[in-house]
């Protein structure tokens, strides 16, 4: 049994020429899970920070120390000291990408909330693409158009996504590109247990059940410049696998949820 297909809308980044509003939105919070990147956090907090300023009247960046043994619980802490905007979560012990995740979208308090990796291997600038689609969308996501990973991570990631296409029909073209821009509705009314990979895949399913709209764009990718890629562990592979069942179990027997009160699309 498939679980319903998500409504999609799918864009191009030809389709998109621009994003430049008019008037910028109300407020954002920009989630960065981190996990020893001591070597990256500095500049992609900073980053976000001038970028999300041009296009949010509020902007909130909160990376997520995931129990880093380097430097990066101290460089997060130091930022937030110097900048207003950066509200740091630490976790004490490592809880894994998606516990990192859960907890930066749900410790936001915006109107949207956003996140990527902490690594600098997307353009935040390319978040301009994105804010056309949440117009008239809850979610908007980037897809990589050339996915800059060795080629065994590009195999991995092509049957993993095939295999999750296929069980819960999502049609995103890229469910685990961490390039996502959600309006705080879609946050207050989906429940996320997964705590590895499968994170992404939960929170577009679910919202694809409560009919929430979703569209995407392409978007740049670089390879990584500076610490470690942590995707292809063997651990972190078999619990991909493990929370992927436990979920398409847990779906396959739901009835959709309605929409938490207050989550209104507009």
Not at 232 to 256: C, D, M, Q, R
Request: aromatic content about 10%; charged content about 25%; glycine content about 8%.
């Amino acid at each position: 049994m498939l679980l319903p297909a998500t409504k999609i809308r799918f864009l191009t980044m030809t389709t998109i020429t621009t994003a430049t509003t008019s008037k910028k939105l109300s407020s954002v919070s920009v989630v960065f899970p981190a996990y020893n990147e001591e070597l990256n956090i500095e500049n992609t907090v900073l980053k976000a920070i001038e970028v999300f300023s041009k296009y949010f009247e509020e902007v909130e960046v909160i990376p997520v120390n995931d129990g880093s043994s380097d430097k990066t619980g101290e460089i997060i802490d130091r930022l937030q000291k110097e900048h207003k905007e950066v509200h740091p979560i630490h976790h004490p012990q490592n809880k894994g990408y998606g516990g990192a995740v859960k907890s930066g979208l749900f410790g936001g308090k915006n109107d949207y909330i956003f996140f990527s990796d902490s690594d600098g291997q997307f353009d935040l600038e390319e978040v301009s693409l994105l804010l056309p689609l949440i117009k008239d969308n809850d979610i908007a996501i980037g897809f990589r158009a050339h996915r800059a990973d060795p080629w065994h991570r590009k195999l991995n990631a092509f049957c993993w996504g095939t295999l999750v296409k296929l069980l819960f029909g999502i049609k995103a073209k890229d469910i685990d590109c961490a390039f996502k821009l959600f309006k705080r509705e879609v946050i207050d009314s989906v429940t996320l247990e997964s705590n590895g990979a499968m994170v992404s895949t939960e929170l577009l399913a679910q919202a694809g059940l409560m009919k929430f709209k979703l569209a995407q764009v392409g978007v740049s990718h670089y390879p990584r410049q500076a610490g470690e890629q942590t995707g292809a562990n063997p651990w972190v592979i078999l619990k991909a696998f493990i929370e992927l069942f436990k979920l398409y179990g847990k779906l396959k027997h739901s009835t959709p949820a309605p929409k938490k009160a207050g989550a209104q699309n507009q």
